[in-house]
């Protein structure tokens, strides 16, 4: 694969274990800030961890909003959001009642959980994700694989052909959306053993 | 179903695994780094290690072994030892780790967690709890590697950590430390139905079915032992081993 990568780093969580996955599949990737290493790249992984309101701040700060949209939007190159940064492509969402990418209709609401005895937020752990549609994205990867969790607001889509995944927690909520050159999954594939290996791979083949 | 998160708890001496028995009596275990490869076979959920005489010695756990050990695992993992400000988290979260263990800092120091989740978010910042009783006293909350107490009850620190904006805590046993006997399993539930953070328990597991105790009669939502994963049996010989999580009767 000699495609580049890059990864947006706008001030939030932990890169290197996303930058670690690229380096063991021995793909030319670089991890960055800087809008001209998005237009200079094939592909875009948004990763993140932390407060919805503050990550689009600082995404708006460093003046990288304009340069997503056109390269997702105008230019089609393949982006993969994981946790924040799929959240990051819905509307808005009630964390920090901010506005995000709006690439996905739809919003990040919070866990609203039926019995927090049993339902502990955020929802911590690994769990199973159920395929909804055929995608490259989900290619060798088994119905019900777990992956890794870490999140305490998820998606509602509105568009219900965008949803890839789905996953139980309590109720039934989108885990991962797709639409075009554009995907994005709640849970931490770079963190989930073979499973998350191989979605990285398949995103990498786009 | 959600089931637990199964957690080999490692304990280092700086670079060194070693395993205690109540807090004392540590035995050589091994290396670190091969015993996170033979984890990554075995598809571990997640790793905890705990530099345990880091808080004592006034120094933090080494950056260069967390970045080694990101180098390797393929799941999460937790570190702990020393952790003081702020400055040494984001240094932790940069060498690669996913999640910070406090205990020392918490107990000497609660507002420290607030200002930690704000800063992080409350999915990075973990509170180990140690829990052993004191005469006249019942039970407290220890400090310093088991070393001190605090005037905290575990209930009511577990309450005030989880206010601060823990995301995490650990319930550590002190005296079933090492015993290979059974979780205090009243612990556990005690701050289980009285928190609605995620808490692990940790502190005698010796056999799965003490895993399946500690969530059932527990309700614990991670289930976290070092000797079970670290020796074969209660004779004590190392062999690093996970158990086969289907075959684990959670229902």
Redesign the interface.
């Known amino acids: 694969m000699s495609s580049k990568v890059v990864i947006v780093d706008y001030g939030t969580?932990?890169l290197?274990?996303v930058k670690?996955s690229m380096d063991r599949m021995r793909v030319n990737s670089v991890v960055s800030s800087d809008y001209r290493d998005i237009i200079d790249s094939d592909k875009i992984i948004l990763p993140g961890?932390?407060?919805f309101g503050r990550a689009m701040s600082n995404l708006k700060e460093l003046n990288l909003i304009e340069t997503l949209n056109d390269a997702v939007l105008v230019k089609q190159k393949p982006i993969l959001g994981i946790c924040l940064g799929m959240e990051l492509m819905a509307k808005s969402s009630e964390e920090g009642d901010a506005d995000g990418l709006g690439w996905f209709d739809a919003e990040i609401i919070a866990f609203n959980v039926s019995d927090?005895?049993l339902?502990?937020?955020?929802h911590?752990?690994?769990?199973k994700i159920f395929i909804k549609k055929n995608s490259h994205l989900m290619k060798n990867i088994i119905e019900s694989s777990e992956f890794?969790f870490?999140?305490?607001y998820h998606l509602k889509v509105n568009d219900e052909s965008d949803i890839l995944n789905e996953t139980?927690?309590d109720f039934t909520f989108p885990s991962a959306i797709e639409k075009g050159n554009i995907f994005g999954v709640q849970y931490?594939p770079e963190?989930?053993?073979?499973a998350?290996?191989q979605l990285l791979k398949n995103f990498l083949e786009m | 179903m959600?089931?637990?998160?199964i957690i080999p708890v490692l304990l280092l001496r700086d670079w060194i695994l070693v395993k205690s028995i109540k807090f004392k009596d540590h035995r050589y275990i091994g290396d670190p780094i091969n015993a996170v490869r033979i984890f990554?076979d075995l598809?571990a959920?997640?790793l905890i290690f705990l530099d345990i005489e880091a808080s004592k010695n006034n120094r933090l756990i080494s950056l260069d072994f967390i970045k080694d050990v990101?180098?390797e695992a393929?799941?999460?993992f937790g570190v702990g030892g020393g952790v003081r400000s702020i400055e040494d988290i984001r240094a932790i979260?940069?060498?690669?780790?996913?999640k910070v263990v406090i205990n020392t800092h918490a107990g000497q120091n609660p507002d420290f967690i607030r200002e930690a989740s704000e800063t992080?978010?409350?999915?990075?910042i973990v509170v180990c709890i140690d829990v052993k009783k004191k005469i006249f006293k019942g039970e407290q909350t220890w400090i310093l590697n088991g070393s001190l107490s605090t005037e905290f009850k575990p209930v009511e620190f577990a309450q005030l950590m989880e206010k601060n904006g823990a995301?995490?805590l650990i319930i550590q046993s002190i005296e079933n430390d090492g015993t290979m006997e059974g979780y205090d399993i009243d612990l556990i539930r005690s701050i289980?139905?009285e928190v609605?953070?995620?808490?692990v328990a940790l502190g005698g597991a010796g056999n799965e079915e003490h895993l399946v105790e500690a969530y059932r009669d527990g309700?614990a939502?991670?289930l976290a032992a070092g000797s079970l994963f670290v020796y074969q049996s209660k004779k004590r010989g190392v062999l690093i081993n996970y158990p086969e999580k289907n075959g684990l009767m959670f229902g």
């Open positions: 969580g932990n290197n274990s670690r961890v932390g407060h927090k005895n339902y502990k937020v955020p911590m752990g690994w769990n890794y870490v999140h305490s139980n927690y931490h963190k989930s053993h073979d998350g290996a | 959600f089931r637990p998160r990554n598809k959920d997640e990101g180098e393929q799941m999460p979260i940069n060498a690669g780790a996913e992080f978010g409350s999915t990075t995301g995490e289980t139905s609605g953070v995620p808490v309700r939502n991670g």
